[in-house]
């Protein structure tokens, strides 16, 4: 039996998920009665697969400023550790269709990017380690595979 962890996503079991995909991997509730939701926006099959550093990188610079644009409810997009995904956390907003919705055009902007948001060395701790082309070719494996982002566990 495998010990219960603090963190969530420690008490996933990895072998059982199926990416890509888009799943609520928490809520936690304010004192003020505010409520953030998190998601796990999973590209690659996690301990088969994964992303590399620069293409990562872009991405998670074009998603966290794009997302923006479609969703007023952003608290922080993230990249996982691990390579395969990031975490989407949004206030107030229990909405998870209209997450999908907003991702799908957020990964849209990411084909239309001409450049990289903040990458130079003033606004990027690693300004050197970007690739757009990367980016964007992340976006495309994704989208073409829209119709399976509800569809989380292996059969």
């Known amino acids: 039996m ?9 008490n996933l079991d990895h072998t059982k998920v199926k990416a890509p995909y888009v799943r609520l991997a928490g809520v936690t ?13 999973r590209l690659k099959q996690p301990n088969k697969e994964h992303m590399e550093m620069p293409a990562l ?8 400023e794009n997302v923006r644009n479609h ?19 949004v206030i107030n907003h229990d909405d998870y269709d209209g997450i999908l919705d907003a991702l799908e055009k957020t990964l849209q902007d990411v084909l239309n990017a001409k450049e990289v948001p903040a990458c130079n060395e003033v606004q990027c701790g690693w300004a050197a380690s970007h690739s757009l082309e990367g980016a964007q070719e992340l976006a495309r494996e994704l989208l073409a ?11």
């Open 29 to 41: 509730h304010g004192q003020q009665g505010d409520v953030i939701h998190k998601y796990d926006i």
């Open 57 to 64: 990188h872009s991405l998670e610079h074009l998603l966290a």
């Open 2 to 10: 495998v010990q219960k962890m603090n963190v969530e996503s420690f």
């Open 71 to 89: 969703l007023d409810h952003v608290v922080d997009l993230s990249p996982m550790g691990c390579q395969t995904g990031f975490y989407l956390a």
């Open 145 to 155: 595979k829209k119709d399976e982002w509800k569809e989380i566990f292996v059969d």
